[in-house]
Nanobody, 125 residues
Framework: VQLQAFGGGSVQAGGSLMLSCAAS????????MGWFRQAPGKEREFVAN????????NYADSVKGRFTISRDKANNTVSLQMDSLKPEDTAVYYC???????????????????WGQGTLVTVSS
């Protein structure tokens, strides 16, 4: 499994960015795709996830209403639309995936087996 995240950059507070994650190496029918982020000096934290087959989504409270996760089955990509960005959203963002049949907490980074390389998002005030 290979995941490649892209789309990061610098934006002013209130702006928008879209991150994408290209997934390859297998079919992801029964997988969760997640986005996580890690700010300097902080632990990696959950942002959002989506069931590849069901399309069901979950969001961290800190991004609910501002971020939208989606998947494109035809192109094997998962996107994270980030609106109303805040300086506290500044972090390296990672996409990750895991088989959904495991009995795991899918909002925990520890649950995920495959990770992309990360893309930096910087939000200035």
């Amino acid at each position: 499994v290979q995941l490649q995240a892209f789309g990061g950059g610098s934006v002013q507070a209130g702006g928008s960015l879209m991150l994408s994650c290209a997934a390859s190496g297998r079919t992801f029918s029964h997988y969760y795709m997640g986005w996580f982020r890690q700010a300097p000096g902080k632990e990696r934290e959950f942002v959002a996830n989506i069931g590849w087959s069901s399309g069901s989504t979950n969001y961290a409270d800190s991004v609910k209403g501002r971020f939208t996760i989606s998947r494109d089955k035809a192109n094997n990509t998962v996107s994270l639309q980030m609106d109303s960005l805040k300086p506290e959203d500044t972090a390296v963002y990672y996409c990750a995936t895991v088989y959904a049949g495991f009995d795991r907490n899918f909002q925990s980074p520890a649950a995920y087996d495959y990770w992309g390389q990360g893309t930096l998002v910087t939000v200035s005030s």
